[in-house]
């Protein structure tokens, strides 16, 4: 069955950095475009960042663009988001998701980051 497994959440101070995971299964890995999205306490579901299947292009929300980077590994079926210079707003769950050509999407169940001194 399709699988997204999303690791590397923590507890970080302002300024810091954190690298999230996301481990897939169950789908054609390198067709699928992938987005990151994130929840932050009492709010909404916020988009990040996206990526073409190849991996050729990336999307950037306004207030991550510059401080955060989005990457796959097909071989591995493997995404990434790396996260530097992180800001208190920054604490949300993250979740990763497939979108596939055939309309069907997929999430993971989030991990946890939390930016404070």
């Known amino acids: 069955q399709v699988q997204l497994v999303e690791s590397g959440g923590g507890l970080v101070q302002p300024g810091g950095s954190l690298r999230l995971s996301c481990a897939t299964s169950g789908f054609i890995f390198s067709d699928a475009w992938m987005r990151w999205v994130r929840q932050a306490p009492g709010k909404g579901l916020e988009y990040v960042s996206g990526?073409?299947?190849?991996?050729?292009?990336?999307v950037y929300s306004d207030v991550v663009r510059g401080r955060f980077t989005m990457s796959r590994d097909n071989a591995k079926n493997m995404l990434y988001l790396q996260m530097n210079n992180l800001k208190p707003d920054d604490t949300a769950v993250y979740y990763c998701?497939?979108?596939?050509?055939?309309?069907?999407?997929?999430w993971g169940q989030g991990t946890r980051v939390t930016i404070s001194s």
């Open positions: 998701a497939s979108f596939l050509s055939t309309g069907d999407e997929y």
């Open positions: 990526i073409d299947s190849g991996g050729d292009n990336t």
